[in-house]
């Protein structure tokens, strides 16, 4: 009985396991994707927007080397502000800069030195930061010929709250999904154990005795195959004890008339 308990416990954890990983397998593959599909999208927009805003906004609304005044006097400020999801750092390098919200004070601070390089260099850049614990996306770029640099702060908060509630329900689905293959694999283990167990139990009545039991023939599978060789098995076994048998009686009468 603990032998066969023994491989239903095998059984049903191999089956348990094989759910898991096709579950971490799949939701990690499901949770990437769309992860990587909705962050590549918020930054290949970002990067157009901000190519826009300084090659073609910026260059024709501002003039010359601009300061933050003169900046926040222009219709490109009025223009940037109007979009009002992102957030703008300008620096005009005179220690005076423009920032559309206090905690982008130290925003040189904030970004890499590996960004400001690529700015410097007249090129757009891009990485992710965090600002008081809310996750940013920036990018940024200077301005042709010679700037300002423009920094701009895409807020991603939305998006990692709704990657943060994918990864749960991805988490309570695998969890759910391995308490039905407990389930599953626990009654699959007992229907492919079943006809063992008779089988046991129909050889333990055999030797105690029993040459009258038989195992019932249910399907034509494997199981089938054994519970019809263990019945012929069990009748010749009867006929052979029959026939001893009765030769043992007529010995006794052999006997007995001798």
């Not at 826009?52 to 006097?73: I, K, M, Q, R």
């Amino acid at each position: 009985m603990s032998s066969r308990g023994g491989f239903r416990t095998r059984l049903v954890s191999t089956f348990i396991g094989l759910i898991a990983a096709t579950v971490i397998i799949l939701g990690a593959g499901a949770y990437l994707f769309v992860s990587s599909s909705i962050r590549g999208q918020l930054v290949d927009d970002a990067v157009q927007r901000t190519n826009f805003n300084l090659a073609v906004l910026a260059a024709e609304w501002l003039d010359g080397d601009p300061t933050a005044a003169e900046y926040v006097a222009s219709p490109l400020a009025d223009a940037l502000a109007l979009r009002g999801d992102v957030d703008v750092y300008v620096d005009f390098g005179d220690g005076d800069p423009f920032l559309s919200k206090p905690a982008f004070l130290t925003t040189l601070d904030l970004v890499s030195s590996d960004l400001t390089r690529i700015v410097a260099a007249g090129n757009i850049g891009r990485e992710w930061v965090e600002v008081d614990g809310a996750p940013y996306l920036v990018t940024a770029g200077r301005r042709p010929p010679s700037g300002p640099d423009f920094y701009f702060f895409h807020p991603a908060a939305d998006i990692e709250t709704g990657l943060d509630r994918l990864l749960q329900a991805l988490l309570a689905g695998g969890l759910v999904l391995l308490l039905v293959g407990a389930v599953t694999g626990n009654w699959v283990a007992r229907q492919v154990l079943r006809p063992v167990g008779q089988a046991s139990e129909a050889a333990l009545e055999m030797a105690s005795g029993d040459l009258s039991v038989r195992l019932d023939v249910a399907s034509q599978d494997e199981f089938g195959a054994g519970a019809d060789a263990f019945n012929r098995m069990a009748g010749s076994l009867e006929d052979t004890i029959a026939r001893l048998e009765d030769a043992r009686a007529r010995d006794r009468r052999c006997v007995a008339d001798v």
